[in-house]
């Protein structure tokens, strides 16, 4: 059974950091596309970062600068590092693996990352 587990959400000020955590259970991440999306209240799902099968990176404009996704494809887990945190980053964050030959698509179940003071 595939899993996506994410940790680390939270409560953070302005400017503040987090890092996120996904650990995955029952596929091999290195046949597939990770990303990080999001959803705040009221609005559509949104790509925040992804990591392709072959090292390519990809941001969301207005994370650029401020996010990082790392890999670790031996512990199966994919991390969003994020700096100089906006009330606008406030969002429910999801956990993606996406396998473009199969076209299977796999989520975790979201982690609340609130920005405020």
């Known amino acids: 059974q595939v899993q996506l587990v994410e940790s680390g959400g939270g409560l953070v000020q302005p400017g503040g950091s987090l890092s996120l955590s996904c650990e995955t259970f029952g596929i091999i991440i290195s046949f597939y596309y990770m990303g990080w999306y999001r959803q705040a209240p009221g609005k559509q799902r949104e790509l925040v970062a992804v990591s392709s099968t072959d090292g390519t990176i990809d941001y969301a404009d207005s994370v650029k600068g401020r996010f990082t996704i790392s890999r670790d494809n031996a512990k199966r887990m994919v991390h969003l590092q994020m700096e100089n945190l906006k009330p606008e980053d406030t969002a429910v964050y999801y956990c993606?693996?996406?396998?473009?030959?199969?076209?299977?698509?796999?989520w975790g179940q979201g982690t609340q990352v609130t920005v405020s003071s």
């Open positions: 993606s693996a996406e396998h473009k030959v199969w076209r299977r698509n796999y």
